[in-house]
């Protein structure tokens, strides 16, 4: 739980200093590596967003090499009811222990 938590802290640090959607996917990568380690389950909604951000993300480079993903999928997040949920629920509704339900 500690790694995962320390994780999280070295990503928001670093987005004060570089564009997030620019590294989203290294991001994710590490979020999800540190879940699996931590053993700590995500929140579905927060999943499956994800990769489809990735997949877009991907889908969308092999097209344009200068589309900014990030520029176009802000608006649509920031208004996903999920979004708006996560930001007003106390950090222990986002991420569960495994094995507590």
Known sequence: ET????TLSSIT???ADEPFFDNIGRYTSRIFDSAVRSRIRLEGYFVSTTVAIRVMEGIANA???DVK???LAMPWIITAPQFARALSSPFDDVIILLGDS
């Open 3 to 6: 790694d995962f938590c320390t």
């Open 63 to 65: 097209l344009d090499k």
């Open 13 to 15: 640090d670093k987005v």
């Open 69 to 71: 993903i990030g520029d």
